[in-house]
């Protein structure tokens, strides 16, 4: 049986590139929709509250906090989640240093973690350590892995494309 | 079979004894250990699912390591395959893990106290040894030469010093079915000959997690599944006293026949709970059902 939405509205989302009608709920959070309609386990559930990151998603190449966004609000924005970001065949350099780097323990938060640090070196290709701390300040990892999580971090700042010694 | 449709089809204890090309470490389940002061109850394991599978070494030459613990992000699941790795004298990527999967793997109880590798794999420890010494004994009896005499890389067992002389784990194997019931007076591996165990190996489920594979257990979804959430009592923190269980005035259902989907409100004393087809109407009744407590 199909759930009921019984006050659904039918909306078009842009998730990694690909055009995606659907009928949701006033109340369905991006996250909600991501996660449960198109079946996307990148984008995690945290707090529900915006104050864990957990659920970062880019909205327009921006990091956001996909728990708290209406679904309905974001209708021809261009919405990323860590499986557009990059994939085992050609994996976003931020993926390819946490990974690197073992940045993770139990992983529940490196969706969140990846998905700030990719959008700050989008707009910020050498952050200070500062910025990098000022950035991943709303992601938490109840597991410490904060210090291997920096190294990541400066890992894939080394190893972004525009960052390469010109030859 | 191939190796990752092992891990897929073979879903039972039954299933791996009624394949071929394989060689089998099992034992008899054990009772479960006295119960501890403030650790969950170890339940018992049902006669009924038979003996206990450890350990699988194929007839292609790989190894299936079982253990009841989860990996949770301590990253037992390498640290294990490292053990089987060495007691079998694998390469690490010759070992594969089921972890905590009720139906195969043995039962451990609950992943706690830092018991996995000090205590849950002891008996996998073993189980791999004793495939091993059965390997060699075979290969010596093949090559008509001591035991002594044989080496083993990457589960090839060469004669030391000739080696153009030599047997597979794997062709040993090929169309038989052997079932060698768990020793634990095997001898294991010296800690001075490890070659694999306490070296740093990169933990084997991080890149899953990178790229948004792995499934957690929030991850699982079931045909039909309903979406649930707790309406908390207002005494969060303490936990004993009168109050406890009985601290409940009334739960009004009409506040939230408004929201579509919902499909149950449980009230069981203080425990308020309620179920909805969809995440976001959970939530929402979950804010919205007026509930009174008792001052």
């Given amino acids: 049986m199909a759930p009921m939405v019984e006050d659904g509205i039918e909306i078009t989302l842009d998730v990694n590139g690909a055009a995606q009608r659907l009928t949701v709920g006033r109340s369905a959070t991006l996250l909600q929709v991501l996660r449960h309609d198109l079946r996307l386990n990148g984008p995690k559930y ?20 996909a728990c708290v966004i209406p679904a309905a609000q974001v209708q021809g924005r261009r919405i990323t989640t860590l499986e557009g970001l990059g994939d085992r065949a050609r994996p976003h350099p931020v993926q390819g240093a946490f990974i690197q780097a073992q940045a993770a323990q139990c992983g529940y938060c490196l969706n ?56 | 079979m191939q190796r990752s449709e092992r891990l897929s089809r073979l879903r039972t204890r039954g299933d791996f004894l009624r394949v071929e090309g394989v060689l089998l470490v099992t034992r008899e389940p054990p009772p479960p250990p006295p119960p501890t002061p403030g650790q ?13 599978i450890l350990l699988a070494v194929w007839d292609d030459g790989t190894a299936l390591g079982l253990n009841g613990h989860v990996d949770l992000g301590t990253g037992i699941r390498t640290a294990l395959g490292q053990i089987v790795a060495e007691e079998l004298d694998l390469a690490f990527e010759q070992v594969d893990m089921v972890l905590g999967d009720t139906g195969r793997a043995p039962n451990q109880g609950p992943t706690i106290a830092s018991a996995s590798i000090q205590i849950s794999a002891v008996p996998l420890r073993q189980a791999a040894a004793q495939a091993r010494a059965w390997l060699l004994a075979q290969a010596a009896e093949r090559l008509q030469v001591p035991p002594g005499q044989l080496q083993v890389d990457a589960g090839r067992i060469k004669v030391a010093g000739d080696a153009a002389r030599g047997v597979a784990y794997g062709e040993l194997l090929r169309g038989r079915r052997v079932v060698l019931g768990l020793d634990p007076n095997t001898p294991v591996k010296p800690v001075a000959e ?49 109050f ?52």
């Fill in chain 1, 46 to 65: 945290g707090c529900g509250l915006g104050q864990c990151g957990a659920c970062t998603v880019h909205v327009d190449g921006v990091a956001a906090r």
């Fill in chain 1, 112 to 167: 969140g973690m990846i998905m700030t640090t990719a959008a700050l070196l989008a707009r910020e290709p050498q952050p200070s350590e500062q910025a990098v701390r000022d950035a991943l300040a709303g992601n938490l990892c109840r597991c410490g892995t904060h210090v291997e999580i920096l190294a990541a971090v400066v890992r894939a700042t080394a190893e972004l494309p525009c960052n390469a010694p010109s030859a």
């Fill in chain 2, 194 to 242: 490890h070659r694999v165990v306490g070296q740093s190996a990169p933990r084997v489920d991080i890149a899953a997690k990178a790229f948004g594979e792995a499934v957690f257990v929030h991850d699982v979804r079931l045909p039909g599944m309903l979406h649930g959430r707790v309406v908390r009592p207002p005494y969060a923190g303490a936990d004993h006293g009168e």
């Fill in chain 2, 244 to 295: 406890i269980g009985n601290t409940l005035d009334s739960v009004d259902e009409r506040s939230i026949a408004h929201i579509p989907g919902i499909r149950a409100v449980v009230v069981i004393r203080d425990f308020v709970g309620v179920v909805a087809e969809r995440e976001e109407q959970a939530e929402q009744a979950c804010a919205q059902l007026a509930v009174r407590w008792k001052p």
């Fill in chain 2, 40 to 52: 969950p109850p170890f339940i018992a394991s049902d006669p009924a699912e038979g003996v206990e």
